[in-house]
């Protein structure tokens, strides 16, 4: 049984936006540079099938005593990911893709919120869930949306996250979706004892599964409950599962491990949105790169009301709230 | 040789011994039993058979760990007062403290396993061999020297007690420093578990700088409390000889101890309620119960009424000497100090989570059965190091009560043909 209760969405069919062709330029990015990002995309594939058809076994020894995964050579990279891409495929009896793409020199991304526009309605909490393939039972979503009262502000004690989404928005109210700041002086990266979490150079946290020892250091040291435990094992309907997947981000995962919000490390490293800025009925996500002054987010951060959230804690989250009206 | 015969003693003193010695041991390894089948639950379903979930990560097995590492590092600064107040039995004082030691980190390592999702990945831990994130991580840290710890106890006693069963003297330029050493490894391991809670920016509660220093207080109330009732029990069942002065003085060190946790906590209490900022949620979760939510609230209260109850025993010289009112203080003091820094610690931490929400924690009973798994394994093995130590420091057993088959036979070739 999990602990968290269902959050019911209106309109629970959801309706995922038109997917942007997966070569897209990214907000502000020249369309040269995404050419180029285009073609490493494709020979990173084409490896990977070469390393599918090559390899054999299912179980690896060199699993137990592998490098780092930074440190890792290339070749073991492809056998490790062709590995996984045969056991998930035979798992869920359809094909499934395991990335590694890289993180682009240049980019920073940067994530914008505007509470102004936020009506709470969680359809960016379960297009999360579709992208990402959280499990389904026990529940697990990566975004939490409170819901505040105007009156108090920013109170998290008085907040609820358990509010109907059919009734939302309610008068008095305004909501305030949380989930990974991807913060640059992160707290949870520092507590993990085995190295099992740590920053990528376009500033996303990501986790390795297959290193997590499952010691909850880093849920402890989460100031915004976006870290998620795999209490039981993950339960995945083979119909839901999305096959598009990055070995740092919504690969499946085994029980036993924590997970997190990566801004989509699958779609945002090949140039698309992440999935809860595509959904979002109201524009009120936004996301960007940081170092590309003529992006939407510097647009925002430079011309709006920006805040971020517990900003006594040092932090430094590359999440911004805003006021676009 | 003498190593072999040395083990070859060892478990011959685990093997025999009366009815009730048994009796105990069987109860024990009953009760292990009860704990694996609990732990290979939770092994095939994962901690979803517990009561932990995202808003309280952390819970029964943690809480445990961290009165235990409390219990562990106390036992062993009783060497302390040994020294300083040239107590006669000072050799028995300090292994009866290091055995409590190994058993309670014995105890710690295993809770901490339990509480992992992944405890086949353990080995990340071992330097070089893994990739510990050392010196960043303080569980990193915790591992380190819990360990080192533990193999410096291992290895005082291991010597202590080799040396007496050859009959030998131990050599002192190998066991004083270790002792000496062991003091300050004692303090660090309680101190860097507390500087595991201590440095998490997202928890209010345990993110105060009182937290290490309370932590070094309240173990020095609940570890003299175990080691007081069982130099009381060794006492009666063994030749083991402790004077009553001794427990006095402990018991008196203990009242000071205690004087010093309360004053720390009320502390802590002063500057939360006073200044009433969002950081008092947690306090009050704890006192008083928030919109409901009030789990913990008897808890909180019993143990604070425990610890002031035991406080006024250990301070008046009448009770304190009183051997009744003693062990009545040592079981107060037990309680208190086990809800204070177990649950008492880890879950007001939690509730209300990150982002306000509560979740009331109370623990499962694959929790509970693990739990007394465990604890069932620091009592055996306690039990067992007792059992091997007692008689081996009292003169009692030696190499000469161990014969392998080949002294058999060689008493037999050389015995006179008559016999």
């Known amino acids: 049984m999990s602990a968290r209760r269902h959050l019911p969405v209106i309109g629970s069919d959801g309706g995922a936006g038109a997917d942007d062709a997966s070569g897209a330029p990214l907000p502000g990015e020249t369309p040269a540079a995404a050419r180029s990002r285009r073609q490493f995309l494709r020979s990173a594939m084409g490896g990977v099938a070469a390393a599918t058809l090559a390899g054999c076994g299912s179980f690896d020894l060199d699993d137990l005593f592998r490098k780092h995964f930074t440190e890792l050579p290339p070749e073991e990279v492809k056998k490790l990911l062709a590995r996984l891409e045969r056991e998930y495929t035979a798992k869920f009896g359809k094909e499934v893709k395991v990335a590694n793409t890289a993180a682009k020199p240049g980019v920073q991304f940067g994530y914008g919120l505007d509470l102004s526009r936020c009506i709470g309605c969680r359809r960016c909490v379960y297009a999360c869930v579709r992208e990402n393939n959280q499990s389904r039972d026990p529940q697990i979503q990566w975004i939490r949306v409170l819901e505040m009262e105007k009156e108090k502000g920013i109170d998290t004690a008085e907040s609820n996250q358990y509010y109907d989404a059919a009734e939302v928005p309610r008068p008095g109210h305004f909501y305030m979706p949380v989930a990974c700041h991807q913060c640059r002086n992160p707290p949870c990266v520092k507590t993990c004892p085995v190295r099992a979490t740590w920053q990528e150079p376009d500033g996303i946290v990501v986790v390795d599964y297959n290193r997590c020892v499952g010691c909850r250091c880093c849920m402890a040291a989460c100031p915004y409950g976006a870290r998620h435990f795999n209490w039981g094992e993950p339960h995945l309907p083979p119909a839901d599962l999305n096959p598009n997947t990055h070995y740092l981000g919504n690969r499946p995962r085994p029980k036993g491990v924590v997970e997190k919000c990566t801004w989509c490390i699958q779609r945002t490293r090949v140039g698309r949105y992440p999935a809860c800025v595509e959904i979002c009925p109201v524009g009120a996500r936004k996301f960007g790169n940081l170092l590309d002054p003529e992006s939407e987010i510097r647009y925002i951060m430079e011309h709006k009301r920006v805040f971020i959230f517990k900003e006594e804690l040092n932090t430094q989250p590359k999440f911004y709230y805003f006021y676009a009206t | ?419």
């Open chain 2, 1 to 419: 040789m003498a190593v072999l015969k040395f083990l070859l003693g060892c478990f011959k003193l685990i093997t025999t011994g009366s009815k009730a010695y048994k009796a105990w041991v069987v109860f024990l390894l009953g009760l292990i039993g009860v704990g694996i089948h609990g732990y290979a639950h939770q092994f095939s379903h994962g901690l979803i058979s517990t009561a932990m979930r995202d808003q309280v990560s952390w819970g029964f097995y943690i809480g445990n760990f961290t009165f235990l590492v409390g219990v562990a590092a106390a036992a062993v600064m009783l060497v302390i007062p040994a020294y300083v107040y040239h107590w006669e039995p000072i050799k028995e004082v300090v292994i009866l403290g290091e055995l409590l030691a190994i058993s309670a980190i014995t105890m710690c390592l295993c809770f901490v396993m339990a509480d992992m999702g992944h405890p086949e990945r353990l080995w990340e831990f071992i330097p070089y061999l893994g990739s510990i994130n050392f010196p960043r991580s303080l569980l990193a840290w915790d591992s380190m020297v819990l360990n080192a710890y533990l193999v410096l106890n291992l290895l005082v006693v291991g010597h202590l007690l080799f040396k007496a069963f050859m009959g030998q003297h131990y050599n002192k330029k190998i066991v004083y420093p270790l002792v000496l050493l062991s003091i300050p490894a004692a303090v660090s391991i309680h101190t860097v578990t507390a500087f595991l809670y201590n440095g998490l920016i997202a928890r209010p509660f345990w993110n105060a700088a009182i937290l290490a220093p309370r932590f070094i207080a309240s173990a020095f109330c609940s570890g003299p409390a175990i080691l007081l009732i069982l130099f009381q029990v060794l006492r009666k069942t063994t030749p083991f000889r402790i004077k009553n002065e001794a427990i006095w003085k402990v018991a008196e060190l203990m009242a000071y101890a205690m004087f010093f946790n309360l004053f720390l906590e009320a502390a802590e209490v002063f500057k939360e309620y006073y200044s009433d900022t969002e950081h008092l949620l947690y306090m009050r979760y704890l006192y008083t119960g928030v919109h409901g939510h009030n789990t913990l609230v008897p808890y909180a209260w019993t143990a604070l009424v425990c610890n002031i109850l035991a406080f006024l025993i250990f301070l008046h010289p009448k009770t304190r000497r009183n051997f009744l009112t003693l062990n009545l203080g040592c079981l107060l003091i037990y309680s208190g100090v086990y809800i204070e820094k177990g649950m008492g610690l880890v879950i007001p931490g939690m509730t209300p989570d990150t982002l306000g929400e509560i979740y009331e924690y109370s623990p499962t009973i694959t929790e509970l059965k693990v739990a007394a798994g465990v604890f069932a394994l620091g009592f055996l093995v306690f039990t067992l190091l007792v059992k091997i130590a007692v008689p081996i420091v009292m003169g009692q057993f030696g190499i000469n009560n161990v014969r392998t088959s080949r002294d058999e036979a060689l008493a037999r070739s050389t015995a006179p043909a008559s016999h």
